[in-house]
């Protein structure tokens, strides 16, 4: 890649550089704020790629690792597991099993060097320098104010102007950069360019290194401050998906720039200087050991992969034709593998696997809430809204409650108690915590939310795509339960990742509730059965909400069930409760539990969600490895640890491909996100991890800081991944297991491209379940095993 300076000599266009800063962009994640915050692919952007070669891309741009160490390796092959037959399965003409294990012992490292800014060069020239940390929290200290959600009563004047346009505009008057020992900031920055786009022209003109390319030039800029720049990214996202224009990414590019660039001007008076900087050539990484570390972590994970699939197939089918008394339709979240395994065990209970969205996307309302949020996959734009209306006494409650709330926000930040506020308050405040979070519950109780955007023809298409999507147009129940899930916790920014995905992380009450009353109108089963699906007179849909934190399920509108389902709902409720005690039983142990039972282990549990010292209320889907879609008898019994996102799918009533299109290009990407974000949380906390709860602080209501600056955090807590004194989630890329035909499968994939770079280049595998034989896709089918 010529830098912008060698393309201009040649004649090459602005167009091909501009192109150039969009594929850069391009490669950015997003990040979702903490008030839905939800698991983001953190390789967005790279999945064109192979793996491997995008683990040297990010060791080279950003010094993230997305592999284990060599020792790491190598003690788990001498410990057994990783056998000589998972080395073999990754093996092949090119690099050998034998060769895999020597280029491990022979102690060779990847080498390489990492690209460089201004400000690192700086400081690798002369020791505490310290121009990156610099960089990165003026960066982000003009981030907080400009992108604030009104967490801060002191509003910037430059905040409307935009980032760009308002971060040149109050820069001038910053005098810190001066302090700081950059001489002429101001100065700098009065001569930039108006416009964003002039100004990363006018700084690359300046500094644009000729011994590396320019896309990873500016992909490092960008790395820097990924937090901020992955946030300005979802902004962006939730722009284009509304068919907005938003040029906010392009600004914080320009920004960083501007910052590297100031520091060039202010050193260039050395000729030595800028010779070094022009000059420096980067040694390249030594492919051939990536590519065997690559292969080594595709060992660490077929085992694994392997005795899954062949406990899959060899699952035959019962062939049970007694109409079950009770179905409850769960999220296909990992946690609820562990919950409907016990459920399943009770008599007359059938569970089915679906998005816990469950087919209906939808923008809500809450009762008393000035807008609605999105609840349903991030993929999505909704096209429904609903919202729950106010009793009189509700609206005061209500009015009550956010009025007792802004007047503690307003003492926490005020000028003459911020500082002091801790001290203050002490150990009270938990008590205000407790009582504000508890009244919003209280007071935010209202009657079922209520369609104000579908007609009667909406709604029933609505639930043929439900029912169709899960598997569920015949075999009804009399009862059937639609249990969404969520989990509470105090004090803690990232609660709303312990919430439904699929509900972009929200509860998925509402949708359940939405679902089941959808279901129940006579109108739209008149409607479905002239589109085939006929729904049993005497099949009643009762919504409710599987509480992660607890393993309680809360039922909704149980006043509403018919008194002659009243004995099979009464077994419902007594299953919920036996499961509820099983699930939290085999959970214990690993929320450090394991010595209570019964009343005492329920109450440890209900404690974690109500201190607020926890930092780890529950473990979320730590440990997630797999997704199975496919008739439930093939994972029925098995005890699959909590690691499984469970889908119902069978191929047999999907002639037109449409529901295995659907799964493959929704819960299969939305696994993957969550997937690969545990995965980079764990290979490297420094850079894809938000880092230890306890020194979290809240950034303008948007995301988290460590300590008192740098950049924002994204991914996950340290707490979600390790129990303070190892880490716990085993790092192994997404297997999908489908039961379909392997033609079919590559029908779909042929036509879904961004899905099927997914699997060919590596970032999560897959396995066709086939005729009682598990197959393998790499490059073509192979059995597996």
């Not at 906390?685 to 306890?694: E, T, W």
Request: charged share 25%; with cysteine; aromatic share 8%.
């Amino acid at each position: 890649m010529k830098t912008m300076i060698e393309a201009e000599s040649t004649g090459e266009s602005e167009t091909s550089i501009e192109k150039m800063v969009e594929g850069v962009l391009a490669r950015i994640p997003p990040l979702w704020p903490l008030k839905h915050f939800v698991a983001v692919n953190p390789f967005t952007g790279l999945t064109g790629m192979p793996f491997a070669e995008a683990c040297g891309l990010l060791k080279r741009n950003a010094g993230a690792s997305l592999l284990q160490g060599r020792e790491d390796y190598l003690a788990a092959y001498r410990a057994g597991d990783i056998r000589r037959d998972d080395l073999e399965a990754v093996a092949d003409e090119k690099m050998t099993a034998a060769e895999l294990v020597a280029a491990l012992e022979s102690g060779a490292e990847t080498g390489g060097e990492q690209v460089l800014t201004v400000a690192d060069w700086l400081d690798s020239k002369r020791a505490h320098a310290h121009w990156s940390v610099f960089v990165v929290e003026e960066i982000s200290k003009w981030c907080g104010v400009a992108l604030d959600e009104n967490q801060t009563t002191w509003n910037s004047p430059w905040k409307g102007m935009g980032l760009y346009a308002g971060w040149r505009a109050a820069a001038v008057h910053d005098h810190n950069p001066e302090a700081f020992g950059l001489h002429g900031f101001s100065r700098f920055v009065r001569a930039l360019p108006e416009n964003a786009g002039e100004c990363v022209a006018r700084c690359l003109e300046l500094i644009a290194p000729q011994g590396v390319a320019l896309e990873d030039f500016l992909h490092r800029e960008l790395m820097t401050i990924s937090g901020w720049a992955g946030y300005v990214q979802y902004l962006v996202r939730e722009d284009v998906m509304r068919g907005k224009a938003n040029g906010a990414l392009h600004d914080l590019l320009a920004i960083r720039l501007a910052y590297d660039a100031a520091l060039y001007a202010a050193k260039v008076a050395s000729k030595d200087f800028e010779k070094e900087w022009q000059g420096r050539v980067y040694a390249k990484a030594d492919g051939r050991i990536l590519e065997a570390l690559t292969r080594w972590q595709g060992a660490y994970e077929f085992g694994y992969q392997a005795n899954l699939g062949k406990m899959l197939a060899r699952a035959v089918d019962p062939q049970v034709s007694q109409r079950a008394r009770v179905q409850a339709v769960f999220c296909i979240d990992v946690r609820s593998e562990i919950f409907r395994r016990h459920l399943e065990a009770m008599p007359g209970m059938q569970t089915i696997g679906f998005a816990g969205f469950f087919g209906f996307p939808l923008s809500h309302r809450p009762a008393g809430a000035a807008e609605g949020a999105t609840r349903c996959p991030v993929l999505l734009v909704p096209p429904v809204a609903t919202e729950e209306p106010l009793s009189a006494r509700e609206a005061g409650d209500f009015r009550m409650y956010r009025a007792e709330k802004g007047a503690w926000k307003a003492f926490q930040n005020s000028a003459a108690s911020c500082f002091s506020f801790v001290e203050t308050a002490g150990l009270a405040f938990g008590a205000v915590l407790g009582r504000l979070n508890r009244a919003k519950g209280e007071c935010c109780e209202a009657p079922e939310p209520g369609y104000v955007s579908t007609d009667l023809e909406g709604r029933i298409g609505l639930a043929e795509g439900a029912l169709r999507n899960m598997s569920l147009t015949k075999g009804f129940a009399r009862l059937v339960l639609i249990c969404g899930h969520g989990s509470h916790s105090m004090n803690n920014p990232h609660a709303s990742s312990l919430d439904c995905g699929a509900c972009g992380g929200h509860a998925g009450d509402v949708n359940a509730r939405l679902a089941a009353a959808t279901l129940n109108e006579e109108a739209v089963r008149v409607g479905l059965a002239d589109r085939g699906i006929q729904i049993p007179a005497d099949t009643f849909f009762l919504a409710g909400l599987h509480d992660t934190l607890t393993d309680k399920v809360a039922l909704y509108e149980q006043e509403r069930i018919p008194a002659s389902h009243a004995a099979e709902a009464e077994e419902l409720k007594l299953a919920l409760a036996k499961t509820g005690s099983a699930t939290r039983n085999e959970r214990a142990a690993m929320l450090g539990l394991g010595g209570l039972a019964g009343e005492k282990l329920d109450r440890a549990v209900r404690a974690r969600g109500d201190d607020i010292s926890q930092v780890r209320p529950e473990w979320g889907l730590a440990n997630n490895a797999a997704l199975v879609a496919a008739p439930r008898y093939r994972s029925a019994g098995l005890n699959l640890s909590g690691r499984v996102f469970l889908h119902d799918y069978e191929a047999g009533d999907d002639p037109e491909l449409q529901v295995l299109t659907l799964i493959l290009c929704a819960p299969v990407v939305v696994a993957s996100w969550i997937n690969l974000q545990y995965y980079a949380s764990r290979m490297d906390p420094a850079i894809y991890g938000s880092g230890d709860k306890a020194l979290h602080n809240v950034v303008g209501g948007i995301g988290v800081m460590e300590g008192n600056g740098g950049d924002l955090r994204p991914g996950l807590p340290l707490q979600s991944i390790h129990d303070g004194e190892k880490f716990v989630h085993e790092p192994r890329r997404l297997t999908v297991y489908l039961e379909a035909e392997r033609e079919n499968i590559d029908r779909v994939l042929d036509e879904q491209t961004g899905v099927r770079e997914l699997f060919d280049n590596g970032w999560i595998h897959l396995v066709a379940l086939e005729g009682g034989v598990a197959y393998r896709r790499r490059g073509g089918w192979e059995r597996l095993g």
